[in-house]
């Protein structure tokens, strides 16, 4: 039984390691055959179909991140601290060459299943939602200025500036382009 727990965590780990660089229509089983030594056969009996990986994927990212941002969210920095902590995560996928999950694999939305579709848009508004509450936070201290905008519509834009500038940035090899966007966006709500 515990072989089989590794061995799954290894084809999630393995695909997503693929997907995050390549794209989910990229890959394909026999890359993740050829690549963790075991027939394809050995991969259907854990995922039975590619949207059955790609769901586990989206799962175990709302997981793991979702319990990253609310624990940024929920730190003593303060609200600009923490969306720019939150931005330090999505950095790192560009330092090494890699996109954000949900974000890369909205790129090929038009291409997924209906469930995948469905389980990247809960994704993405849970994550637009607790950005979402910490720029109310920063609103209600007076660290945001909100303008005509909403806490979530502003999380909305600030999550888009985050996946356009990993894609700005992994087009262009040029880091300083994520860097350069996120200090326009914060600059942007920042109370001066």
Known sequence: ?????????????TARNIIQRVGVNAMSYADLSKIIGITTASIHHHFPRKEDL?????????????????EIVGSDLTSIEKLQTIAGLY????????MCLI??????FATLGDDVR??????????????ARAVQM???????????RSSREIAQAFHSTLLGAQIQARCSGNLEAFENSVEVFIESIRKK
């Open 118 to 131: 469905a389980a990247l848009n809960v994704s993405a508004s849970e994550t637009i939602g607790t950005f």
């Open 1 to 13: 039984m515990k072989k089989t727990i590794n061995r799954k965590g290894e084809l999630l780990e």
């Open 54 to 70: 790609i769901l586990s994927l989206i799962a175990q990212s709302r997981e793991i991140y979702g319990n990253k941002f609310q």
């Open 91 to 98: 950095e790192q996928g560009v330092r090494m060459g890699k």
């Open 138 to 148: 920063g609103i209600d201290a007076g660290e945001i200025v909100p303008g005509k």
């Open 103 to 108: 974000g890369i694999l909205s790129t090929e």
